[in-house]
């Protein structure tokens, strides 16, 4: 079954990026010249992602103005004559149909996910956290899909991680079935260096059978009250195989400040038109 649509939780407060957060939601910050969540709707157009089903609160309509049509601009534009914005601009509005549905309480990532029931319905579907940017070719989530297209289960993107990692991310307990593909016996969010499974761990994307939402539903919050997605796949992994894939390509995580930066100078590097000046910029720092 082609995998349509997507799922993208957008609804925190954005707390480790204030104060550039205090009025403008984290997933509108700019990474070179686009926002953050541009990125993922872009990845997951290019996976074949039809439909998008952005998960927002309070506070967060910037992002349904980004990717509408906006016909006063696109007025001004075409009589100065500045067609490549123009063409831009459209393209946006024209990525994919877009639905925005808001999540009341800040209820945790399963819980964002589970808003998007309605949406989804009974066919297997996409998720992808904005905080990441990945460059990957073939795109990220196109690979995702390709391993749930030939084991017909849900799977979720690996990555190796340090000991400070496993305080980040969920951390899997794998066992390996082909060069790339494991199958999932165990996880935990975010258990630390001494409680780890291993040192793999769970980065920002998931194609997901949709029984996730029957399991979601029975995950119990954790100590925050908030319910958590890798709690959810743990509980169903006791009923269906669950896959982790390591995926090939580079991962930005613009979850914090410091990665935010990175990937903004790294994806500027990238650009023709930046990256021989940027160069230049950043050997006259004489950095000690
Ligand atoms: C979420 C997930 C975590 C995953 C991470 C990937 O955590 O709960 O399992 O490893 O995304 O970025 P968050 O970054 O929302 O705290």
Known sequence: MKIRKAVIPAAGFGTRFLPATKAQPKEMLSV??????????????????????????????????????????????????????????????????????????ALGLGHAILMGEDYVGQEPFAALLPDDIFDCSPPCLKQLIDVYTEFKGTVIVLGRVNEEGTKKYGIVKPKQISEKVFQIEDMAEKPGPEKAFSDMGIFGRYVFHPDIFAAIKRTAPDQKGEIQITDAIKLLLETQPVYGYLFEGKRYDCGDKLGFIEATVELALKRPEFSQALQEFLKSLSIK
């Open 32 to 105: 070179v010249d686009k926002p953050l969540i541009q990125y993922s709707v872009e990845e997951a157009v290019q996976s074949g992602i039809e439909s998008i089903a952005v998960i927002t609160s309070r506070g967060k309509a910037l992002m349904e103005d980004h990717f509408d049509g906006s016909p006063e601009l696109e007025q001004f534009l075409e009589g100065k004559g500045k067609l490549d914005f123009l063409e831009e601009v459209r393209r946006i509005s024209n990525l994919a149909e877009f639905c925005f549905i808001r999540q009341k309480k």
